[in-house]
């Protein structure tokens, strides 16, 4: 019952993926722009697994990383304004 009103929901609304990806960007940006130690802080050990930012700060140092999710934030919130503004019209 709950999935048929959330399919529902986003039926009728389906510009919020779009917000949605948006704000996921803008967080990353602010990240990325603040220095946010929590997400760039100092590694503890050396790891080198590209599927966290560990491996960014690690490979590139924590200013190139800061600058390389810094890009991609920017490229996510591009595709956010775009998935919003093709779903509205």
Not at 46 to 58: A, E, I
């Amino acid at each position: 019952m709950e999935e048929e009103k959330l399919t529902a929901f986003l039926k009728a609304n389906p510009y919020l993926g779009g917000v949605a990806l948006m704000i996921f960007g803008i967080a990353c940006l602010l990240c990325a722009v603040f220095n946010a130690s929590w997400l760039f802080g100092n590694t503890s050990g050396v790891t080198y697994s590209m599927k966290k930012v560990d491996g960014l700060v690690n490979w590139f140092g924590r200013r190139n990383a800061r600058i390389i999710f810094g890009i991609g934030s920017v490229f996510i919130i591009f595709l956010g304004v775009l998935l919003t503004v093709l779903l509205i019209d």
